[in-house]
């Protein structure tokens, strides 16, 4: 028995608004369209930000191998490729999807127009034009809306290339919007693409050139390599899954403390220290997510927290994976097969714990070239119920104090525990969070002469009271927290009075 079926295609004006809200960015779109160049073989992609008010437009045009009229058709149409279908090694798309939903995210009219061996064909989606006949189905018109013509003269004399053009900005140029806001998107956009295609940016063998404006967009690197204050790199870890190899490095950044303002400012990336934690997911080198958990953590999944904003870990998915990785329609999010997800669980933990000692430590303190271990003024102690602050007596400054004070000894000792007991933890952590950095200690920001009085009287009591050289006294200051960060300071301690 045959079955009754019917034919039910999809209304084109109620489809196209509809796929209009799946959510991209400007910036999101923009990487969309870059890919398609990309996996075209392009070698320059020029994206010109056009002010006009309510008639600003967008143009991406690249210098890759251009389409044929029915390759643009192909482009141009909804759905024309099946996503489970096999890719070549080197295609950014999987959908079929992106020229289409991620342009007319941001704009009514979409125009293309491409050149290939000689030959140049032009089509584009209008839905303006759709919208005024009732009656139209999926109607794509051929050649520039009149008036348009005149932007795709960048094109002229190319044997090859693609041009993109957004009009009717309607998502992007809104009430109220200035020429000052249009400029400002156009920052955040150079931001996002220069993280999301940073390693087909950087190096002497660059793969591809971005440009906005005229501007070169230089690439973000979110793992620092190279940076010399970097505490930790971990080796490459591969992982075999049935869609193929998967590459896992993990990243500890250093603390702001080693950082100057220029080098702190840059590497936050362009959601900031904390939002840019956790892992990186690529697929062929262009990045698909940018920091969080991907859902992992033990008891809960994970969140994204100040202590865990130095951890970052680089993975590396084959474009056979999409499926296994849920990769969304925009690109921008992924999740790890279960099978993978205790491995990538211990990788995080290991990271994640390092970067909390890193943020915790503030980079410090470290051995000094001696080899010496740093004399530290608090200490934790791990109790049943959790953890309490210390300040260590055996720290020379506290020890001076107290081998001092005689009969005010216990009132010293009594005024210690008050401090310890008094730690104001609830709102360092809330200033941390609000301010996104962790409050100045270690005599940061001070001028030298701060540093040089407390130094000159715990030297002295060093060299009087407890007898010690010169040179011994010295030693000790530079092994002791916060002081081991002042040699130049130590240095000049004992001038010929003291010798």
């Known amino acids: 028995m045959t079955a009754k079926t019917r034919q039910a295609p999809p209304r084109a004006m109620a489809m196209l608004e509809s796929l209009r809200g799946l959510g991209y960015s400007t910036a999101a779109a923009l990487a969309d369209i870059v890919d398609n160049s990309i996996s075209a073989g392009a070698s320059e992609v020029r994206i010109d930000f056009q002010w006009d008010g309510l008639d600003s437009r967008v143009l991406i045009l690249d210098d890759g191998r251009?389409?044929?009229?029915?390759?643009?058709?192909?482009?141009?149409?909804l759905g024309d490729k099946n996503p489970l279908a096999t890719r070549e090694a080197?295609?950014?798309g999987r959908f079929g999807m992106g020229l289409k939903t991620a342009s007319l995210s941001q704009c009514r009219r979409l125009t293309v127009a491409s050149a290939k061996g000689g030959e140049r064909s032009c089509l584009r989606w209008d839905l303006d034009e759709l919208a005024a006949d009732p009656q139209s189905d999926w109607l794509l018109f051929e050649g520039p809306a009149e008036g348009s013509k005149r932007h795709l003269a960048c094109l002229e004399g190319k044997a090859s290339g693609t041009l993109v053009l957004w009009e009717k900005l309607d998502r992007i140029v809104t009430a109220g919007y200035t020429v000052d806001d249009f400029l400002a998107m156009t920052v955040i956009?150079?931001?996002?693409l220069a993280m999301v295609f940073h390693r087909l940016l950087q190096g002497p063998r660059a793969r591809i050139k971005l440009l906005i404006n005229n501007r070169p967009i230089e690439p973000w690197d979110p793992f620092m390599s190279g940076h010399p204050a970097k505490p930790w790199t971990s080796p490459s870890a591969p992982m075999r899954t049935d869609s193929g190899l998967v590459m896992a490095q993990c990243h500890v950044l250093p603390h702001h403390d080693k950082l100057t303002k220029d080098e702190f400012k840059k590497y936050e990336g362009p959601a900031g220290w904390?939002?840019?934690?956790?892992f990186y997911v690529y697929r062929n080198e262009r990045l698909l997510v940018a920091g969080g958990w991907l859902g992992l953590g033990n008891s809960k999944a994970w969140n994204r927290e100040e202590a865990h904003r130095l951890a970052r870990i680089q993975l590396d998915i084959p474009n056979t994976a999409d499926a296994d990785w849920k990769i969304d329609v925009r690109k921008s999010t992924?999740?790890?097969?279960v099978a993978l997800r205790p491995w990538l669980t211990r990788l995080a933990e290991d990271t994640r714990e390092r970067a909390r000692r890193v943020f915790a430590y503030r980079g410090t303190p470290m051995p000094t070239q001696r080899n010496t271990p740093i004399e530290q003024a608090w200490r934790v102690d791990r109790v049943k119920d959790g953890v309490r602050y210390r300040i260590e007596q055996t720290h020379p400054a506290v020890a001076a104090v107290l081998d001092s004070a005689g009969d005010l000894a216990p009132l010293v000792k009594a005024m210690l525990r008050v401090i310890e007991e008094s730690v104001p933890v609830q709102r360092i952590w809330l200033d941390t969070a609000e301010n996104k950095d962790t409050p100045k200690t270690g005599f940061s920001g001070e001028p030298p002469e701060a540093v040089t009085t407390v130094l000159g009287t715990l030297f002295a009591d060093m060299i009087g009271r407890r007898g010690m050289s010169v040179e011994t006294a010295k030693r000790a200051l530079l092994s002791t927290e916060p002081f081991q960060n002042y040699p130049g300071l130590i240095a000049g301690l004992g001038g010929p009075a003291a010798a």
């Open 274 to 278: 904390t939002a840019q934690q956790g």
């Open 189 to 192: 956009v150079e931001a996002h």
């Open 334 to 337: 992924a999740r790890p097969p």
């Open 66 to 77: 251009g389409m044929s009229d029915p390759e643009l058709e192909g482009a141009m149409r």
């Open 90 to 92: 080197h295609d950014l």
